[in-house]
């Protein structure tokens, strides 16, 4: 038997698909790819089994399992990782938490092959663990070491998706001012306020703490963003198709934004900084990026090359599909 194991996290905050107990409405409504990647790799036939390992108090929440085409899915809370069983061919490590590294000291050789996935600061584990592979999200986390090979990622089908809607907006930006100092809004609105050009577009803006996007677009006399707060994904993807383009300007705090590949499997033209995460197999075809010092330059020339642009993506979308996106990464694990 064929085993996976994903240690998702030690967040111990829980979704709202983590009460769903049916595999086709589960499959409609989660937006974590992490355990959609699973069911993926179950239908494919690369594993016999995969498990989710979270961090839980296990008396506030119930194990449960999906059978898959005759295989098993299985999502599992423990109060300590060490109360894991069976031994798997591969485990999935995502995020840089001590618990895993504690982990993998303990139990070197019962974890399989160990691959870490994080980013930004932690891109290198930073408790003492030892893995077989680092994955990472953009070219330039790449260049320091061979055990690091990429990870990709995309977003569910049934959530981000075209809808061939007449783009009322021509600029959606999508990040919560929690992450202010790595989101990079305060950029955007800087710019904004130093371009007639720019004041000239019209902006919306989804995220928690609008206030605080207000208090800042005021700041700067800036008029043109739309503030509209948090919003669930299916509506986000409805406004990403009434926008002519998504923005994501993060720095090199932060990881690789989920809200890239969001993006782009809208359907949607991206416009991403130069200092986002996001490795070149998705920045082929609709997508424009800018720096610091050509912002207006870069939106000007988007903006002119819509049209172009928008064909470039609806005409290559499907190599962000679940079947391509897992199959590059399992090859990859199996080298």
């Known amino acids: 038997m064929k085993r996976l194991h994903i240690w998702r996290s030690n967040l111990r905050i829980l979704e709202n698909y983590h009460s769903i107990r049916s595999l086709r409405i589960f499959e409609k409504?989660?937006?974590?790819?992490?355990?959609?990647?699973?069911?993926?790799?179950?239908?494919?036939?690369?594993?016999d089994e995969v498990t989710i390992w979270r961090l839980?108090?296990?008396?506030k929440q119930k194990d449960y399992s999906f059978n898959v085409d005759g295989k098993m899915f299985h999502q599992k809370w423990v109060n300590d990782f060490r109360q894991c069983k069976n031994i798997p061919d591969i485990s999935l490590f995502r995020g840089g938490f001590k618990e895993y590294c504690d982990l993998v000291k303990d139990r070197p050789n019962q974890l399989g092959k160990k691959l870490y996935l994080a980013a930004g600061k932690r891109t290198t584990p930073q408790y003492g663990g030892k893995y077989d592979k680092i994955l990472v999200e953009?070219?330039?986390?790449?260049n320091n070491t061979d055990k690091r090979i990429p990870?990709?990622?995309?977003c569910n089908p049934f959530i981000f998706r075209p809808l061939n809607k007449t783009p009322i907006y021509d600029i959606c930006i999508v990040s919560n001012f929690t992450q202010v100092k790595m989101k990079g809004q305060k950029f955007i609105i800087q710019q904004i306020s130093k371009s007639k050009y720019l004041?000239?577009?019209?902006?919306?803006?989804?995220?928690?703490r609008p206030q605080e996007g207000k208090k800042l677009a005021n700041q700067y006399n800036v008029k043109n963003i739309e503030f509209k707060g948090p919003i669930d994904r299916i509506n986000l993807n409805k406004y990403l198709n009434l926008s002519k383009f998504g923005i994501v300007a993060s720095t090199l705090q932060d990881g690789c934004p989920r809200v890239s590949t969001e993006i782009l499997c809208s359907g949607t033209p991206l416009l991403i900084r130069n200092t986002t995460r996001l490795l070149?197999?998705?920045?082929?075809?609709?997508?424009?990026?800018?720096?610091?010092?050509?912002?207006?330059?870069?939106?000007?020339?988007a903006i002119y090359m819509y049209n172009t642009l928008y064909k470039e993506l609806r005409n290559n979308i499907h190599r962000f599909s679940y079947k391509n996106i897992c199959k590059k990464n399992i090859d990859l694990w199996h080298q």
């Open 199 to 208: 004041q000239s577009l019209k902006f919306i803006h989804f995220g928690n």
């Open 138 to 142: 953009s070219e330039t986390d790449l």
């Open 29 to 47: 409504l989660c937006h974590d790819f992490y355990l959609l990647m699973g069911i993926e790799f179950l239908k494919s036939g690369d594993f």
């Open 280 to 301: 070149p197999y998705y920045k082929k075809y609709g997508v424009v990026e800018f720096g610091d010092n050509n912002f207006e330059e870069q939106v000007k020339y």
């Open 56 to 59: 839980h108090p296990i008396e």
């Open 151 to 154: 990870y990709y990622k995309t």
